[in-house]
């Protein structure tokens, strides 16, 4: 390692950095992430500022025998390795370009998703993105991309068209439906397993899409008490069935802040029409009583600012996603009672929240097959858990796995669904869905990453 690290240095561009000092603020900066959970410290991160750069480490590291792991936003548990490896922080090197005749857009290196939602609003295009400013959009659409959007577009891996990787060999390959096929269809949905993917395009939509004038997505925010769960369930239901317009939202169990006191029930609702049309959808929400309530119109670029409070870096957080068969109200009225659980034997977890996403009516068909394989996933249990003290994470876990099992009552095991993006520990079967499927992927990790450079994954 030590002689790796000033050869390095020597091949990269003026704009890039190594840094090796972990007790400056440069150094914590970068290594900071969405969750302090098991952080470790690299022997150096280097934050490559071009294509060229990243190829150079890559294949430094490679020939080096120095395990390494990209890290684009840090939300995820994984972009971290200790002392006998290389963080390659991709922050240095992004950038969005809308091309006019096509309306794909690229996205580079360690573009975030407000990144994408600033670039595209001004073309009046909006495209899948998920829910927190700070999510990194390269690893999103890999891993699938389940979107608020996905009812009209599908999921993020349906629109992936092209991309360019640096692969096990350090090679930059370009993928596509004429160029490695096969890599494409293993990017969409696994894609984080073959390669440091350096850029992607994507496909984007204008905003008339959206159902109303002023190309906004119209969203409801509505807060109840726990005793209305049974009408607020019905209610939300009516939302789900309306066969007018598509819709999407979230049923959040959570303490109402900030004193964090009192749990309440939370519903975002949003539907693809006029903010005059949705009232008239919502108003069964209405009816049962709430303690507050707003219809907020929003556009792209402001996507997902009123999340910027679970960005937030640092504490022990885990995100969680769960595909569900349906809709399933006895099941979700026992997230409640867990929640309060959690939050009366562990205050310190207080910040956490259970979370059904429901996307309705069903993606558009004809989409492309891809490795994610979850399209007719409709409904997603979001567990979000956030404490302080170390000495929780075997009880929150604990109660993250109820609140998993209590959604997945009654559904037979072969149809467990767990997200990609969240879960690398849960069976291959609840993750990818069909033996052909996993065949598949083991065949083509065999092939291209047989040493496993980007994880053991499906070795
Ligand atoms: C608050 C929050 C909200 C979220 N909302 C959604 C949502 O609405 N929908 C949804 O689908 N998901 C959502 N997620 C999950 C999120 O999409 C995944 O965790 C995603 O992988 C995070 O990407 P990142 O760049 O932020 O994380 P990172 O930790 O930087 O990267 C994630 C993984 O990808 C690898 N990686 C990073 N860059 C590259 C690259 N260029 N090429 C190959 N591999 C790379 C990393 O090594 C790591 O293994 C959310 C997560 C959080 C914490």
């Not at 068209?161 to 890599?183: D, F, Q, R």
């Not at 109200?329 to 205050?347: S, T």
């Not at 004809?366 to 979850?374: Q, V």
């Not at 869905?433 to 496993?452: C, M, N, Q, V």
């Amino acid at each position: 390692m030590e002689g790796f690290i000033p050869s390095l240095r020597a091949r990269l561009s003026p704009s890039s950095k190594v840094l090796q000092d972990n007790t400056t603020s440069e150094f914590k900066s970068s290594l900071a992430r969405w969750s302090d959970i098991d952080v470790r410290v690299p022997y150096a991160i280097v934050q490559a500022a071009s294509e060229q750069d990243i190829v150079a480490t890559v294949q430094g590291a490679v020939k080096a025998g120095i395990p390494f792991v990209p890290a684009s936003g840090g939300h995820s548990p994984w972009s971290t390795i200790g002392q006998e490896g290389i963080v390659i922080d991709l922050s240095r090197y992004k950038g969005v370009s809308l091309h006019p005749e096509t309306n794909e857009a690229t996205v580079k290196g360690g573009t975030l998703m407000k990144e994408v939602e600033v670039a595209l609003h001004p073309h009046e295009r909006f495209a899948a993105v998920g829910n927190g400013n700070t999510v990194g959009v390269i690893p999103y659409y890999l891993g699938g991309g389940i979107s608020i959007y996905t009812p009209l577009i599908g999921f993020g891996s349906d629109n992936l068209i092209a991309a360019k990787l640096v692969n096990a060999k350090g090679e930059l390959v370009h993928v596509s439906e004429t160029e490695n096929p096969e890599l494409l269809w293993a990017l969409r949905g696994a894609g984080q397993f073959f390669g440091l993917v350096t850029e992607i395009t994507i496909k984007t939509y204008p905003y008339s899409l959206l159902g109303n004038k002023g190309g906004q997505r119209i969203c409801g925010t509505y807060v109840f008490l726990p005793h209305q769960i049974d009408q607020v369930c019905a209610a939300v239901e009516t939302v789900i069935q309306n066969d007018r317009y598509a819709s999407a939202g979230h049923f959040m169990v959570m303490q109402a802040p900030p004193e964090l006191k009192q749990q309440v029930l939370f519903v975002a609702p949003q539907v693809f029409c006029s903010s005059e049309e949705a009232a008239k959808i919502f108003q069964p929400l209405v009816d049962v009583g709430t303690l507050q309530q707003a219809i907020v119109p929003s556009t792209f670029e402001k996507h997902s600012d009123q999340l910027d409070w679970v960005c937030a870096k640092g504490d022990f957080k885990r995100f969680t996603q769960n595909g569900l068969p349906d809709w399933n109200r006895e099941n979700i009225k026992k997230l409640a009672q867990l929640h309060a659980e959690l939050v009366e034997n562990c205050p310190d977890a207080a910040r956490s929240g259970y979370n059904i996403e429901w996307h309705s009516p069903r993606k558009p068909q004809g989409g492309p097959e891809t490795a994610f394989g979850h399209g007719s996933v409709d409904y997603w249990l979001n567990v979000l858990s956030w404490y302080t003290d170390a000495k929780n994470h075997g009880y929150v876990d604990a109660m993250n796995k109820k609140a998993q099992g209590a959604t997945r009552a009654g559904t037979d095991e072969a149809d467990f669904v767990s997200y990609t993006n969240t879960s690398r520990d849960d069976p291959l079967g609840y993750r990818y869905k069909g033996t052909e499927r996993i065949a598949k992927l083991r065949e083509l990790k065999a092939k291209h990453d047989p040493t496993g450079v980007f994880t053991k994954q499906l070795l």
